[in-house]
């Protein structure tokens, strides 16, 4: 197996990821970092790209609605929300898209249906993991180097996670390396990949199984936490999750209100 020097420190990345991360042949290789040249390569050129840590502002204005969680038009990239996002994500429906649904309960598992493209997304799902090595990329492949979660979801000794992912995005041409001052991985508990969505579901609304929340910090949760927003501002070279971290945090309020049904 691949095994390169990823010891080095922080400020030495970006020769180490041109040394190690991928073999680099000239046509056809994807055989690591996901989606490839597909969606997200082509470099930003505006410049909201710089402010993906903008996160500070959080709560900044309730503007949006429905209407702006609809749109993923690179203008909409501006609206405001805990990240700026990234262009490139799948678009996510409104709210208000579901209004004509009669049924209380179908109209719930509609929202989380929604709302599941999110969760299951390889941006999330990556650091959601059932074993304990993150994935990485849009295909969800073994994380380089292959690590354990240690003992706190930080790392191993020698092999932390901070060493490699500072507190933003690191930038190198075509491809970043992640970056929140928050990077960790997501306990064993709160795994969801190879889940279906209603599974999922249930472990999302168990405080067993979801870091003691009940349902309205759930929602706060997945509004406003950084980490979560990171999902629709990771980096050149990864394609943002759908909609906008906004819409998707008002999806899971209308399923609480509307009962959080499981599909
Ligand atoms: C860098 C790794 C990382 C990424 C990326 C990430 N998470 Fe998490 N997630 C965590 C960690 C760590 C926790 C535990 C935090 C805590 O309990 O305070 C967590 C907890 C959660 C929880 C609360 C517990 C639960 O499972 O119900 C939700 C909801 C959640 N994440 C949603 C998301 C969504 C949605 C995305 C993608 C948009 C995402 N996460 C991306 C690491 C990550
Ligand atoms: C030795 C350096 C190094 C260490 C240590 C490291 N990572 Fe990474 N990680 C990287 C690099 C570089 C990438 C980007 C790979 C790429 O996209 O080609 C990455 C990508 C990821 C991704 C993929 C994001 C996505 O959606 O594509 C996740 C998730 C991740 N790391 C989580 C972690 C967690 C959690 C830890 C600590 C337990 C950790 N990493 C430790 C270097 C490291």
Redesign the pocket.
Known sequence: MRRCA??VAAGA?AL??TAC??PAPPAGGAD???SGGATATAAPSEPEADSREAGAGAEGADTGESAGSTATSEADATSASAHVTQPGGEPLKGVSDFADIADVKARSVALFEEAGKVLTH??CL??HPAGDS?????KMTT???P????ED???PVG???Q???TAKNVELGD????GDPA???APLAMAWQGKDLRAICEQLKDPARNGGRDLEAIIHHVSEDHLVGWGWA?GT??TPAPGTQEGFGKLIAAWVETGAACP
Not at 134 to 138: I, R, V
Not at 175 to 178: E, H, M, T
């Open positions: 990823w010891t990345l180490v990821l991360g991928k690591g970092g996901g390889p941006r990556n650091c993150p994935t990485q990329g849009d994380h380089e180097p690590l354990v979660r240690g979801g930080l790392g092999m932390r996670c060493t490699c992912h491809r970043s390396v992640p990077w960790k991985l990771p070279g990864r």
